[in-house]
């Protein structure tokens, strides 16, 4: 295996990930949503209780976003540099280490206030089934 497989399969399984937390991040949105709205009888009662996972889904899009934007942003100036330096694009050269860490640390707070949300969420319905 060469390392160029290893980012392979680390682009396929971030890709994947990034797309797995932004749908099911709406759908804990609209479970929320079902919530409020669900106040006929037989209904699960809203609480402002679910804030919090709501909070976190909106806080998890939010930084699928920064991660993204940044990640754009971040390749888009280093080419630019590049270019502008007189480099061939197609010559051989490292990026630097650093311009990956912002996008890292977006890509997993958005994974982790995921799983944060769905945790209130399981708690909060938890309570529910068994009467608080």
Known sequence: MKREDLRKAYDTYSAKLSDVVRQLSFAGIAVIWIF?????????????????????????????????????IAWSSFNTFKEKSGVDKDAEFKAPGWINYPSIVFFYTKAGLLFVGYLFLLIYIGKQLIGN
């Open 36 to 72: 409020r709205v669900g106040d006929k009888p037989g209904g699960v009662a809203y609480s402002k209780e679910l804030l919090y996972p709501l909070g976190c889904f909106v806080l998890s899009l939010a930084f699928d976003f920064l991660h993204y934007l940044y990640g754009s």
